[in-house]
């Protein structure tokens, strides 16, 4: 074996190691199996539609608790 080839292969296998570590961290966590993507289509819908009518108390209706207390009256007007 050449000296050349013994220098390279911890090169090799550090470059293949980190090529594994990084598609292992790139990939997308599983969804919950609560999750149902028509749902939260159709609750975004209902956001927009209100919206878009400006129906503040049906966005209060529609919001947690922690966004009412963040979104003010001003905040809507503004919106």
Same mark, same amino acid.
């Given at each position: 074996?050449?000296?050349?080839s013994i220098k390279?292969?911890?090169?090799l ?6 090529f594994v ?6 990939? @997308?966590?599983a969804?919950?199996?609560?999750? =149902? ?5 159709? @609750?975004?819908?209902?956001?927009v539609?209100?919206l878009? @009518?400006?129906?503040?108390?049906g966005l ?7 966004m =009412? ?7 809507f007007t503004?919106?």
């Amino acid at each position: 074996m050449k000296i050349s080839s013994i220098k390279t292969l911890p090169d090799l296998l550090l470059s293949i190691f980190l090529f594994v570590i990084l598609l292992t961290a790139c990939s @997308a966590p599983a969804l919950s199996p609560d999750f =149902n993507e028509e749902e939260v289509k159709q @609750a975004a819908e209902n956001v927009v539609t209100l919206l878009n @009518a400006q129906d503040t108390e049906g966005l209060r209706a529609v919001f947690t608790e922690r966004m =009412n207390s963040a979104i003010s009256d001003e905040v809507f007007t503004q919106i």
